[in-house]
Protein backbone atom coordinates (compact mmCIF):
# COMPACT_ATOMS: atom_id res chain seq x y z
CA UNK A 1 0.00 0.00 0.00
CA UNK A 2 1.48 3.49 -0.92
CA UNK A 3 1.23 6.73 0.67
CA UNK A 4 -1.16 7.82 -1.41
CA UNK A 5 -3.53 5.02 -0.69
CA UNK A 6 -3.16 4.82 2.99
CA UNK A 7 -3.69 9.02 2.52
CA UNK A 8 -7.07 8.26 0.72
CA UNK A 9 -8.03 5.63 2.81
CA UNK A 10 -7.71 7.76 5.68
CA UNK A 11 -10.08 10.47 4.06
CA UNK A 12 -12.96 7.90 3.98
CA UNK A 13 -13.31 8.21 7.45
CA UNK A 14 -15.06 10.34 9.59
CA UNK A 15 -12.55 13.04 10.95
CA UNK A 16 -12.93 12.10 14.75
CA UNK A 17 -11.34 8.51 13.63
CA UNK A 18 -9.01 9.60 11.31
CA UNK A 19 -7.48 12.22 14.22
CA UNK A 20 -7.65 9.19 16.76
CA UNK A 21 -5.37 7.35 13.74
CA UNK A 22 -3.22 10.10 13.34
CA UNK A 23 -2.53 10.43 17.52
CA UNK A 24 -2.10 6.61 17.73
CA UNK A 25 0.51 6.68 14.53
CA UNK A 26 2.48 9.95 16.46
CA UNK A 27 2.62 7.95 19.43
CA UNK A 28 4.04 4.82 17.80
CA UNK A 29 6.65 7.44 15.98
CA UNK A 30 7.66 8.90 19.30
CA UNK A 31 8.15 5.73 20.69
CA UNK A 32 10.10 4.40 18.01
CA UNK A 33 11.94 7.18 18.01
CA UNK A 34 13.10 6.75 21.80
CA UNK A 35 13.87 3.35 21.05
CA UNK A 36 15.89 4.02 18.24
CA UNK A 37 17.69 7.12 18.70
CA UNK A 38 17.72 10.21 16.61
CA UNK A 39 16.81 9.85 12.94
CA UNK A 40 18.59 11.56 9.98
CA UNK A 41 17.45 14.74 8.95
CA UNK A 42 15.93 13.71 6.20
CA UNK A 43 14.01 10.92 7.75
CA UNK A 44 12.42 12.85 10.42
CA UNK A 45 11.59 15.90 8.16
CA UNK A 46 9.48 13.23 6.04
CA UNK A 47 8.10 11.72 8.86
CA UNK A 48 7.23 14.97 10.21
CA UNK A 49 5.85 15.75 6.46
CA UNK A 50 3.66 12.46 6.79
CA UNK A 51 2.18 13.46 10.00
CA UNK A 52 1.22 17.04 8.72
CA UNK A 53 -0.09 15.86 5.57
CA UNK A 54 -2.42 13.90 7.11
CA UNK A 55 -3.55 16.48 9.54
CA UNK A 56 -4.17 18.69 6.48
CA UNK A 57 -7.70 18.42 5.83
CA UNK A 58 -8.64 18.36 9.12
CA UNK A 59 -7.63 21.38 9.88
CA UNK A 60 -8.52 22.48 6.79
CA UNK A 61 -12.60 21.02 7.18
CA UNK A 62 -13.03 20.96 10.92
CA UNK A 63 -13.59 24.16 12.59
CA UNK A 64 -13.53 22.53 16.04
CA UNK A 65 -9.55 22.21 15.45
CA UNK A 66 -9.30 25.64 14.50
CA UNK A 67 -11.59 27.75 16.79
CA UNK A 68 -9.08 29.28 19.00
CA UNK A 69 -7.15 30.92 16.70
CA UNK A 70 -8.80 33.60 16.29
CA UNK A 71 -7.52 34.41 20.02
CA UNK A 72 -4.22 34.76 18.64
CA UNK A 73 -4.02 38.03 18.07
CA UNK A 74 -5.21 38.86 21.33
CA UNK A 75 -2.20 40.53 23.91
CA UNK A 76 -2.98 37.87 26.66
CA UNK A 77 -0.02 39.46 28.35
CA UNK A 78 -1.86 42.63 28.11
CA UNK A 79 -2.23 44.29 31.87
CA UNK A 80 -6.33 43.98 33.09
Known amino acids: MTR ?3 LDELGKLPAEERLSVVEQT ?3 LRRE ?8 SSDRRERLSIAAD ?13 AFTTLD ?7 R
Open 4 to 6: TDI
Open 26 to 28: LHE
Open 33 to 40: LRGTGALS
Open 54 to 66: ALKSDYAEDRDLT
Open 73 to 79: SDDFRAA
